[in-house]
Every structure is written in structure tokens, then in C-alpha cells.
């Protein structure tokens, strides 16, 4: 990992970019950014952004500084990287005069099929970004090599748009998902039942809607009419969580995005995320993050 002097992430705005499809049909946007003098601007200058389409980037020449929530990681020709959706990152150029790559912003869960349903919800981010995935390059050489491969080519269809395209390109991004899927040696892309989610979604909106105020195991029940223990075996099985664990880390995660992009109190973002008592809200922040709301507000300045 390369660190690079921060200035305060929690003064930058964090911009939530639209995605404007090429193809509306496609749900994607794939283009190519080259560079041929350096960008002279500083990581911290660079503003941090998100955006609900999955974003899979395959460097082709020069170095690029990636950072996101925990990580800062530069990439040269031949690495790809996935963030997942609304994941806030950013990038700056390295080293070099000249830099090349791809960027592919995609709506996944528009590319799945009658056939490909059963899989849909282990791409669905609900108890986590799909950049954990990113481990498998760091491993496998030969899947990081056949990912950037399948992004160029993407990116050439989309560009020549010859009879057919779009099946090729349809087929391309279930290759992608395939290679995810078969090259997951720790199992971080879960299987889940359709049906049990489906079944799960008033819950799930009530959650989402609800993280500032007061959330109940007895509310969650009233909306799907079942038993309290029924419900909370039910849950836990379905979302691979409690629910008392799956509600705190929305609230965290709600936390760490706050934190990023505001400048409000920790106090103040305790309250906005539903957890007004500061020893607990420490005590969870630290539990998903093994630092405080303000180590991590430190990190965030510092560490690239």
C-alpha cells in the first residue's frame, strides 16, 4: 500500500454522479480516458465521487492512485479494479506523462435473465461492496489478465457497434460475473433464495428508511406477520446477519460516509445515524472499523 499526504476529506464534497447510459438497452457507460500530459494535481484535489452503476476500471499504460474507504492502491497496465455501486472513490494520475484506461459503469442486476435469477442477490451489495472482490487479482494472475481482457473488448464493441453487438457485449458481462463466481475462493459472493430476499424487501426499505430513528425487531415483524423467533432465524439465515448486526452496520456505513464528505460533529453524525449514545456509537464504529469515528476521520486526511 503507497500513502500520499491527505488534506480533509470531510471538507470535499462528495459529487453522486448520473450515469448517462450509451446504450439505454445495455444499462452501461464504457469509455476510454487517455491522457498524454500529466495531471499535475494532487490526490486531495481531486473530489470524491459515487454513483449506483457497479464502475470496473483495466489500466492500459501509466499509473493511476486509486483511494476509496480503506485502501490506496495504484494501478499500471494490465490491473483492473471493480468498485461497487454508490462506493465513494477517487483517482489521480502517477509517475508518468501519459495514462490510458477504461472505465466501465454498469447497472449488474439489469444484466440478469430468467436463467441467470438465481444468482442476481450475490451481486446485490446488501452486506457488502462488491470491491472485496478485487483479492482475486491480487492472486490469480491469469483471472486479472482475462478481466482486463474482456473490458477492452467491451469497450471495442461499444465503439464499433457492428451487427450483433450487444449479444456480444451481453455476453461478455455474464463472463465477467462467471469469472467472479467461479474464482470466489472465500465465498464472499454468497448464494442467497431469491424468494427468502424478495420476501425480506419491506424489512430491508423499513431499515433504509429508518436509521436515524428508533428500529424494532417487533416492527420488522409486524410487516412480514411473523413470530419473533421465527423472524430473527429467518433473517439471520437469509442475509448471513442478525438483524441487530445487519441494522448497526447500515448505521455505520451511513457513519463513514458522513464522515468522509461532512463536516458535522461525530456527536451530531451519532444522532443522524440512530445511535445518540456516544459510548455505543464508539464502541460500534469501532467494532466494523477497529478505529474510532475520529481515528478514522484522521486516517481519511492522511492516509492514501
Known sequence: MSLVKSN????????????????????????E???????????????????????LLAIIEGYL???????????????????GASQLHRTHQLHTDKLRYIVFQIDLQKHFDQSTMPYLYCFSELTQPLDVMNYIFEEKELVKDEFHTLITEIFTESQSKLDGYEIAISSMIKQIMLLLLRHDTRNLLSYTEKAALHRLQPVLSYIDH?????????????????SYHYFIKYFKKTMGKSFIDYVNYKRIKKAERLLMT????????????????MA???????????CSPKEFKER?????
Request: glycine share 6%; proline share 3%; charged share 25%.
Open 8 to 31: 480533509d476529506v470531510q471538507d470535499l464534497e462528495a459529487v453522486n454522479e448520473e450515469v448517462v447510459y450509451q446504450n439505454p438497452l445495455l444499462y452501461l457507460k464504457i469509455w
Open 33 to 55: 480516458i487517455y491522457n498524454r500530459t500529466r495531471d499535475t494535481r494532487t490526490l486531495e484535489e481531486h473530489c470524491w465521487h459515487y454513483h449506483k452503476e457497479v464502475e
Open 65 to 83: 492512485g486509486i483511494q476509496s474507504k480503506d485502501h490506496y492502491t495504484v494501478l499500471g497496465p494490465g490491473d483492473v479494479r471493480i468498485f
Open 210 to 226: 429508518n436509521l436515524e430513528n428508533k428500529i424494532t425487531v417487533e416492527e420488522a415483524c409486524s410487516l412480514l406477520n411473523l
Open 262 to 277: 461532512s463536516d458535522l460533529s461525530i456527536e451530531n453524525i451519532g444522532y443522524d445515524v440512530g445511535i445518540p449514545n
Open 280 to 290: 455505543q456509537f464508539y464502541k460500534l464504529f469501532k467494532r466494523y472499523n477497529n
Open 300 to 304: 481519511m486526511r492522511n492516509e492514501g
